[in-house]
């Protein structure tokens, strides 16, 4: 079979939502690009692996200086687990395994749970001020699958918390 062309993987950004009438002394905003694959070759025995930036913005007004940000990625819109997500053929059933990393080497899984495999990083955002941090999100596509050529897609939400 030739090259199958993939689209870009969308990250689609929750919004967190604080209920009732106290407000937080620390809110963040994510700004994700989009994780595109390029051309995966079924007769290549390469994983495809590509990147995408990631920038969080903290601003606090009151409340502790230095905070946890965890930023958690869901299992995607087309089943599978965050271990093992899944891009949909956007003409046909096939679909086509991937993977989310923390780590250049990709070895440590993007999920959607903090403390266990969601991002943290501890940052000092200074008072009546904001804070950035930035990371990558790694991206695999498992060699080996046999798939129709044609474009596919998957949606995953992320959601930042301080």
């Known amino acids: 079979m030739p090259a199958s062309s993939i689209n870009s ?12 009438t106290a407000s937080a002394a620390t809110s963040c905003v994510i700004a994700a690009g989009n994780v ?4 995966y070759d079924v007769f290549d025995a390469s994983d495809r692996d ?3 930036s990631v920038m969080v913005t ?4 009151g409340g502790p200086q230095k905070i946890d ?3 958690a990625i869901g299992p995607g819109g087309n089943g599978g687990t965050t271990a093992s ?18 780590d250049v080497s990709r070895t440590q899984r993007w999920g959607d749970i ?33 798939v129709s050529k044609g ?12």
Request: charged share 15%.
């Open 9 to 20: 993987l969308i990250l689609s950004v929750a919004t967190l939502c604080w209920a009732g």
């Open 36 to 39: 595109g694959f390029g051309n």
């Open 50 to 52: 590509t990147e995408a």
């Open 58 to 61: 903290c601003s606090r007004a």
């Open 69 to 71: 940000v965890n930023i």
């Open 85 to 102: 997500r899944k891009m949909k053929s956007t003409s046909g059933s096939d679909v086509l395994g991937y993977v989310l990393f923390q």
């Open 114 to 146: 903090p403390g266990v495999d969601a991002f943290t990083q501890k940052i000092s955002v200074p008072n009546n001020s904001s804070a950035q941090l930035s990371t990558k999100i790694y991206g695999r596509i498992p060699a080996g699958q046999d």
């Open 151 to 162: 474009t596919y897609t998957d949606t995953v939400f992320v959601t930042v918390t301080p």
